[in-house]
């Protein structure tokens, strides 16, 4: 698509419960970013996939939280037993190979994940 | 471990007045990107800026500047001829390129606002 595309755009959820979140990057781009933004805050960086490379999972705040990629394409962050300091916007961003000199980040609009 | 730094929270400017925002970074990566975003209230993040650590001049694009000064590692934007749509939050963003892993690490944020 033209863009990078996010799904739910919002989502409730009860405590306890899992959520999956959705991102479709652009064509192409065979990096993925995913950033969480809590109300206010700055971006918080949870995980990074780059081809077939191992992902960089090194922001994942806990093991409730995991992310995979299929294809090279889309990817799903899932997190289990919701609490609710996981309430925030979940960003999704793509982007070319990482060689190059300015390769852009194009960002998804996100999830708004709100944990009642 | 590489950080970003936006000490100013919200900034408060006159239509059509010039506005600085700063932002400072460390980071021990020898090669490294500074990027600016934009996000209005709409919560999307708009692209306004990079600056590569090795470029020779500022970079520009349109009414952006960044003021590049490495040696005090600080990349301020320089927004010319302030408009109301510039109303939003910015965000100083840097990607080391050999330490970094490709991810972009961002500040919390300024919260610009202009006045008619």
Redesign the interface.
Request: charge should be positive; charged fraction near 20%.
């Given at each position: 698509g033209a863009g990078v595309s996010q799904s739910p755009s919002n989502k409730v959820t009860e405590k306890g419960k899992d959520v999956e979140l959705r991102c479709d990057p652009i064509s192409g781009h065979t990096?993925l970013?995913w950033?969480r933004q809590s109300l206010g805050?700055?971006?918080?960086?949870l995980i990074?996939f780059?081809g077939n490379s191992a992902p960089?999972k090194?922001?994942l705040p806990s093991d409730r939280f995991s992310a995979e990629r299929t294809g090279g394409s889309v990817s799903t962050l899932t997190i289990q037993r919701t609490q609710q300091e996981d309430s925030a916007?979940y960003?999704c961003?793509s982007s070319l190979s990482?060689t190059g000199?300015?390769y852009?980040?194009?960002?998804g609009?996100?999830t708004r994940l709100t944990v009642v | 471990a590489q950080k970003i730094t936006q000490t100013q929270p919200g900034m408060f400017v006159q239509e059509k007045e010039a506005v600085t925002l700063d932002c400072t970074y460390d980071t021990s990566d020898p090669s490294y990107g500074l990027f600016w975003y934009k996000q209005p209230s709409s919560g999307e993040m708009i692209f306004l800026i990079y600056q590569g650590s090795y470029d020779q001049q500022n970079a520009t694009e349109g009414r952006y500047s960044l003021n590049f000064q490495k040696a005090r590692k600080s990349a301020n934007l320089v927004i010319s001829a302030s408009q109301l749509g510039d109303s939003a939050m910015y965000f100083c963003a840097m990607r080391g390129i050999i330490q970094g892993a490709q991810k972009l690490v961002f500040g919390q944020g300024t919260r610009l606002t202009i006045n008619p």
């Amino acid at each position: 698509g033209a863009g990078v595309s996010q799904s739910p755009s919002n989502k409730v959820t009860e405590k306890g419960k899992d959520v999956e979140l959705r991102c479709d990057p652009i064509s192409g781009h065979t990096a993925l970013y995913w950033y969480r933004q809590s109300l206010g805050q700055g971006l918080e960086f949870l995980i990074y996939f780059q081809g077939n490379s191992a992902p960089d999972k090194s922001g994942l705040p806990s093991d409730r939280f995991s992310a995979e990629r299929t294809g090279g394409s889309v990817s799903t962050l899932t997190i289990q037993r919701t609490q609710q300091e996981d309430s925030a916007v979940y960003l999704c961003a793509s982007s070319l190979s990482r060689t190059g000199r300015n390769y852009g980040y194009t960002f998804g609009s996100g999830t708004r994940l709100t944990v009642v | 471990a590489q950080k970003i730094t936006q000490t100013q929270p919200g900034m408060f400017v006159q239509e059509k007045e010039a506005v600085t925002l700063d932002c400072t970074y460390d980071t021990s990566d020898p090669s490294y990107g500074l990027f600016w975003y934009k996000q209005p209230s709409s919560g999307e993040m708009i692209f306004l800026i990079y600056q590569g650590s090795y470029d020779q001049q500022n970079a520009t694009e349109g009414r952006y500047s960044l003021n590049f000064q490495k040696a005090r590692k600080s990349a301020n934007l320089v927004i010319s001829a302030s408009q109301l749509g510039d109303s939003a939050m910015y965000f100083c963003a840097m990607r080391g390129i050999i330490q970094g892993a490709q991810k972009l690490v961002f500040g919390q944020g300024t919260r610009l606002t202009i006045n008619p």
